[in-house]
């Protein structure tokens, strides 16, 4: 008679069910038959790509994980690229990144976030008033340039309504190429200058809200249809009007432009003394006697930098410029 009891032998003799799994291969798609693209913008988890000259939508395939997918990225795409509506690519392959723009969300977070990928320019947009410009936001910008291994552009808006010269002379000793632009009042508009700094590069720009990256985005694109905000009078801020990184091409098809929107925190948790330096070969080949472990900051015993200011062998705006930047790292990121 069954009792529904069980003893330790029965126990013994007990086989537990096995979950039927489809066996593991090792094989891998080839993708033999994937095509190129490149992000332009990311919302929600969907992608939109250029591909072959059109807009595909996509979305990330299983195999990549959480690898990140960010505008400027190139990658490789099947499935339907007719981009047709209501048609939707995989993303397979993200190809190795020439450069990515990093930030943290302060200067305590260990965690880096990729702004955008394969840029070789970061614009710094700064207004000269309306609002007043920050030159904290633009040696962090600046820093964060250097440590990607992008070629700094500083870029003055609103001429008309300051004389940007205060400005410049802050940043002339670092060698950091700037532009002018005024697109309102007696000669506004001209933009040759810059155009001439973008032509043949993807270039990011970068700036906090109000200070005309969408003004002048729309200037460059015509048909780019950024909306524009204004200044708030109380608090000097602007509005938020770009919610997400876009890629352009500008006309001609001579260069590409990436814009973002404005950034009110620029952690840079992730850039460490010794690889800021090394933007700076003339400086860096000047630190070589330094003790080891110093940061090269001001107070820094026996720094080789103080002792090529003595001997006249170093420019000492240069290095108090340098040495800006290095403190910039530190500190409130608001910009």
Not at 187 to 201: F, I, N, P, V
Request: some cysteine.
């Amino acid at each position: 008679m069954t009792t529904g009891r069980y003893s330790e032998h029965d126990h013994e003799h007990y086989e537990r069910p096995r979950r039927r799994t489809r066996p593991r291969t090792k094989d891998r798609p080839t993708y033999d038959d994937a095509v190129d693209g490149r992000v332009v913008t990311v919302d929600r988890g969907r992608f939109t790509l250029l591909v072959d000259g059109h807009r595909v939508m996509a979305m990330k395939s299983r195999p990549l994980g959480r690898k990140g997918v960010v505008v400027g990225d190139h990658v490789r795409v099947v499935g339907d690229t007719s981009g047709v509506d209501g048609s939707l690519a995989r993303i397979v392959e993200v190809v190795e990144r020439s450069t990515t723009l990093r930030r943290t969300a302060d200067d305590d977070d260990p965690v880096e976030r990729v702004i955008v990928s394969n840029a070789d320019q970061l614009v710094v947009v700064a207004a000269l008033a309306d609002p007043e410009p920050r030159p904290r936001l633009i040696d962090r910008a600046l820093v964060a340039a250097y440590d990607a291994g992008m070629a700094p552009l500083l870029c003055l808006t609103k001429a008309d309504l300051a004389d940007p010269e205060t400005l410049l002379s802050t940043y002339r000793s670092l060698g950091v190429p700037w532009v002018v632009t005024q697109l309102r009042g007696e000669g506004a508009g001209d933009l040759t200058e810059l155009r001439a700094r973008l032509r043949g590069r993807t270039s990011v720009l970068v700036g906090h809200s109000g200070v005309g990256k969408s003004t002048l985005v729309n200037a460059l694109v015509p048909d780019a249809g950024r909306e524009v905000g204004i200044v708030n009078a109380v608090t000097g801020r602007g509005r938020h009007t770009s919610t997400s990184a876009y890629l352009l091409e500008l006309p001609g098809a001579d260069g590409w432009i990436i814009d973002t929107p404005g950034i009110r925190s620029f952690g840079l948790a992730h850039v460490r003394p010794e690889d800021l330096i090394e933007a700076f070969p003339d400086l860096d080949e000047m630190t070589e006697t330094c003790p080891r472990g110093c940061s090269h900051g001001e107070g820094e015993p026996e720094c080789a930098l103080d002792e090529a200011v003595e001997a006249g062998e170093a420019d000492p705006d240069r290095v108090e410029s340098f040495r800006r930047l290095l403190a910039a790292r530190e500190g409130a990121s608001d910009w």
